[in-house]
């Protein structure tokens, strides 16, 4: 069944999830790096 | 309720009403010349950098009258500069003629003018590092020296896209007079946030090349203020990577919502992120420069933390992503927190080739946060991981987007079609894109964070014991970087077969056809605020924050400069 409700009235869920998941891995990634830099 | 379509002349051209526009043809005409000139400038640039990846590995020796730092100079103008430049306006000058309307004369002559100038600075400029007198890189640092000619080619490549910008302008100022009051096409209001921040950011270069660079070259003056043009180079280089960005973005906001059969996520949103990187992708090249003395912490600082703002919009595009990929799924009945990634359209090459730029996009922006951040600077700053990140930006999500958007903008210029045959073709191309480019960039990134250094051919040091165990990963190997560089290369030549058969083989479109669209989505700007488009307050903020990063700064630089450099040319 097709969802004909205004975007802005649509379930985003599942992006604000993505989202945070994108925000995580870029904040893993910056303090991966940083460990590296504190041992070096 | 206003709604965009961005229906245009071009739009139907196959239909026989369509084709009868002289200036959509002389238009559809200048995109190609730009593309075929792209394309060309690609083929080069891939070249080159096979030739780089096998020199690093030993496996070749160049002859006598070629050596690493011309292939190296040429592979970053062709692709950085050349590919990239041309290639965008191709884009903005189709869009634009599709979303406003078919250029008139004047608009035209001075587009075709432009693109033979910037054409011929290009063309020069390759001689002169093909003939050895500008061995420079794509940076052209001071105090290298290249010969005056060279930086005379940069100027005309520059003024060119000079040309075509303020005829883009004046195409966009002329519809805004017969449009009072009303909202541009999304497509247009893009092109006209690009170009603005271009022209501002090219004044950094021009500066630079025009009273610093020529007379030193030419040997009007004997030395050159090396912190000064480097500061002015990177006013312009850093925009530069939004230069190519932004036309990326305009195909994420405006042609993934139409291939998902969905309009625009929100109109005002997409016109602020392009807002806010006019803002914050200039006042922000003291961060190339973190490691140079002569230029107070507090200055660095500031424009660190201006860097650190295009996160918003960046996160701002990525929001508005994911959420046109989830509202498109449940439109087709996607059930749960993640079942709208299964109705996504991966069997159509345009869709599946831009949602991989996108994905190559987050490591790549998780390097730019690393690559800024004041201390970890240090750790990278000049190392190979800063050739990775360049090959995971712009080398990926940016080059990627080119190739998705070749995929269709071709057919829709030469009246062609994608056929079964070269639909595969591009899957593999992109596919094989993506895997060489996750061997290459990350044996860079790797061998880059333990040390080995960018900008020069060998990274042993002498063969010193400690750097040599540097190589002796499965990633950090110059056998992996290699193995990545050729299935670029071999990708790179797939994607010429590709365009080759777009321009010439494919068989003729037909009405309907979906490979022979330009697809743009449908953006409701009936709630967007009028002052959104208001271009003197965005450029007033944009001058105030250049003004506030810079005068500072570049005062000191002048008042208290150093003697100054002689030229050096040790190639």
């Given at each position: 069944?097709?969802?004909n409700?205004n975007?802005?009235?649509?379930?985003?869920?599942g992006?604000l999830?993505?989202?945070?998941?994108?925000?995580?891995?870029?904040?893993?990634?910056?303090?991966?790096?940083y460990?590296?830099?504190?041992?070096? | 309720?206003?709604?965009?379509?961005?229906?245009?002349?071009?739009?139907?051209?196959?239909?026989?009403?369509?084709?009868?526009?002289?200036?959509?043809?002389?238009e559809r005409?200048?995109?190609?010349?730009?593309?075929?000139?792209?394309?060309?400038?690609?083929?080069?640039?891939?070249?080159?950098?096979?030739?780089?990846?096998?020199?690093?590995?030993?496996?070749?020796?160049l002859?006598?009258?070629?050596?690493?730092y011309?292939?190296?100079?040429?592979?970053?103008?062709?692709?950085?500069?050349?590919?990239?430049?041309?290639?965008?306006?191709?884009f903005?000058?189709?869009?634009?003629?599709r979303?406003l309307?078919?250029?008139?004369?004047?608009?035209?002559?001075w587009?075709?003018?432009g693109?033979?100038?910037?054409?011929?600075?290009?063309?020069?400029?390759?001689?002169?590092?093909?003939?050895?007198r500008a061995?420079?890189?794509?940076?052209?640092?001071?105090?290298?020296?290249?010969s005056?000619?060279?930086?005379?080619?940069?100027?005309?490549?520059?003024?060119?896209?000079?040309?075509?910008?303020?005829?883009?302008?004046?195409?966009?100022?002329?519809?805004?007079?017969?449009?009072?009051?009303?909202?541009?096409?999304?497509?247009?209001?893009?092109?006209?946030?690009?170009?603005?921040?271009?022209?501002?950011?090219?004044?950094?270069?021009?500066?630079?090349?025009?009273?610093?660079?020529?007379?030193?070259?030419?040997g009007?003056?004997?030395?050159?203020?090396?912190?000064?043009?480097?500061?002015?180079?990177?006013?312009?280089?850093?925009?530069?990577?939004?230069?190519?960005?932004?036309?990326?973005?305009?195909?994420?906001?405006?042609?993934?919502?139409?291939?998902?059969?969905?309009?625009?996520?929100?109109?005002?949103l997409?016109?602020?992120?392009?807002?806010?990187?006019?803002?914050?992708?200039?006042?922000?090249?003291l961060?190339?420069?973190l490691?140079?003395?002569?230029?107070?912490?507090?200055?660095?600082?500031?424009?660190?933390?201006?860097?650190?703002?295009?996160?918003?919009?960046?996160?701002?595009?990525?929001?508005?992503?994911?959420?046109?990929?989830?509202?498109?799924?449940?439109?087709?009945g996607?059930?749960?927190?993640?079942?709208?990634?299964?109705?996504?359209?991966?069997?159509?090459?345009?869709?599946?080739?831009?949602?991989?730029?996108?994905v190559?996009?987050?490591?790549?922006?998780?390097?730019?946060?690393?690559?800024?951040?004041?201390?970890?600077?240090e750790?990278v700053?000049?190392?190979?991981?800063?050739?990775?990140?360049?090959?995971?930006?712009?080398?990926?999500?940016?080059?990627?987007?080119?190739m998705?958007?070749?995929?269709?903008?071709?057919p829709?210029?030469?009246?062609?079609t994608l056929?079964?045959?070269?639909?595969?073709?591009?899957?593999?191309?992109?596919?094989?894109?993506?895997?060489?480019?996750?061997?290459?960039?990350?044996a860079?990134?790797?061998?880059g964070?333990?040390?080995?250094?960018?900008?020069?051919?060998?990274?042993?040091?002498?063969?010193?014991?400690?750097?040599?165990?540097?190589?002796?990963?499965?990633?950090?190997?110059?056998?992996?970087l290699?193995?990545?560089?050729?299935i670029?290369?071999?990708?790179?030549?797939?994607?010429?077969?590709?365009?080759?058969?777009?321009?010439?083989?494919?068989?003729?479109?037909?009405?309907?056809d979906?490979?022979?669209?330009?697809?743009?989505?449908e953006?409701?700007?009936?709630a967007t605020?009028?002052?959104?488009?208001?271009?003197?307050?965005?450029?007033?903020?944009?001058?105030?924050?250049?003004?506030?990063?810079?005068?500072?700064?570049?005062?000191?630089?002048?008042q208290?400069?150093?003697?100054?450099?002689?030229?050096?040319?040790?190639?």
């Open positions: 069944m097709k969802n409700r975007p802005h009235e649509a379930d985003l869920r992006t999830i993505s989202v945070l998941v994108v925000g995580v891995l870029i904040a893993v990634m910056w303090a991966a790096v460990a590296m830099y504190v041992a070096l | 309720m206003i709604l965009h379509s961005d229906r245009g002349p071009l739009a139907g051209r196959h239909t026989s009403s369509a084709v009868a526009g002289t200036a959509a043809a002389s005409k200048l995109a190609l010349w730009n593309i075929g000139f792209a394309y060309t400038a690609f083929l080069v640039g891939t070249l080159c950098g096979l030739i780089q990846v096998f020199m690093r590995n030993e496996m070749i020796q002859p006598v009258w070629l050596d690493y011309q292939v190296l100079t040429v592979h970053g103008v062709t692709l950085a500069l050349v590919y990239t430049t041309f290639f965008i306006y191709a903005l000058i189709t869009g634009m003629s979303s309307g078919s250029f008139g004369p004047k608009v035209a002559r587009s075709w003018i693109f033979f100038v910037a054409a011929a600075g290009t063309v020069w400029a390759t001689i002169e590092i093909l003939s050895g061995s420079v890189l794509y940076t052209f640092y001071a105090p290298l020296k290249a005056g000619w060279f930086y005379v080619s940069l100027a005309l490549l520059i003024i060119g896209t000079w040309i075509i910008s303020f005829s883009l302008i004046a195409h966009y100022v002329k519809w805004r007079k017969a449009n009072p009051g009303v909202m541009s096409p999304l497509f247009a209001f893009m092109t006209i946030s690009t170009l603005i921040m271009w022209i501002i950011a090219c004044l950094g270069v021009v500066a630079a090349v025009v009273f610093m660079y020529i007379p030193w070259a030419f009007w003056v004997d030395t050159i203020n090396v912190e000064l043009s480097r500061t002015l180079f990177w006013f312009f280089g850093h925009p530069l990577v939004y230069f190519w960005l932004l036309p990326a973005y305009m195909a994420w906001y405006l042609v993934v919502p139409k291939l998902l059969g969905t309009r625009v996520f929100s109109d005002s997409a016109r602020l992120s392009f807002l806010l990187f006019i803002l914050f992708s200039i006042p922000v090249g961060h190339h420069q490691t140079e003395p002569g230029v107070a912490d507090f200055w660095k600082f500031l424009q660190v933390t201006l860097t650190f703002m295009v996160v918003i919009p960046t996160l701002m595009t990525a929001f508005s992503l994911f959420a046109t990929f989830e509202i498109s799924g449940r439109q087709k996607a059930k749960g927190l993640f079942g709208w990634v299964g109705k996504l359209p991966w069997h159509d090459i345009r869709f599946t080739s831009l949602f991989i730029a996108m190559f996009f987050i490591p790549g922006g998780a390097g730019g946060i690393i690559n800024t951040s004041f201390q970890l600077n750790l700053h000049n190392t190979l991981w800063v050739v990775g990140h360049f090959h995971i930006t712009v080398g990926t999500p940016v080059a990627m987007t080119f998705g958007i070749s995929f269709w903008l071709i829709y210029l030469t009246g062609r056929t079964k045959t070269t639909k595969k073709l591009a899957f593999v191309q992109i596919i094989s894109w993506s895997v060489g480019m996750l061997f290459m960039s990350t860079q990134h790797v061998l964070l333990l040390g080995a250094p960018r900008r020069t051919q060998h990274s042993n040091y002498s063969d010193h014991p400690t750097v040599l165990g540097w190589f002796d990963g499965f990633f950090s190997n110059t056998s992996t290699a193995l990545g560089g050729i670029l290369f071999f990708s790179a030549m797939l994607l010429m077969v590709i365009v080759f058969r777009l321009w010439l083989i494919e068989p003729r479109s037909e009405e309907g979906l490979y022979a669209e330009f697809p743009i989505a953006s409701d700007a009936s605020p009028r002052w959104l488009e208001n271009w003197w307050i965005w450029i007033g903020i944009a001058v105030a924050l250049i003004l506030l990063a810079y005068t500072f700064p570049i005062t000191h630089m002048i208290d400069a150093p003697p100054g450099s002689k030229g050096f040319i040790n190639w």
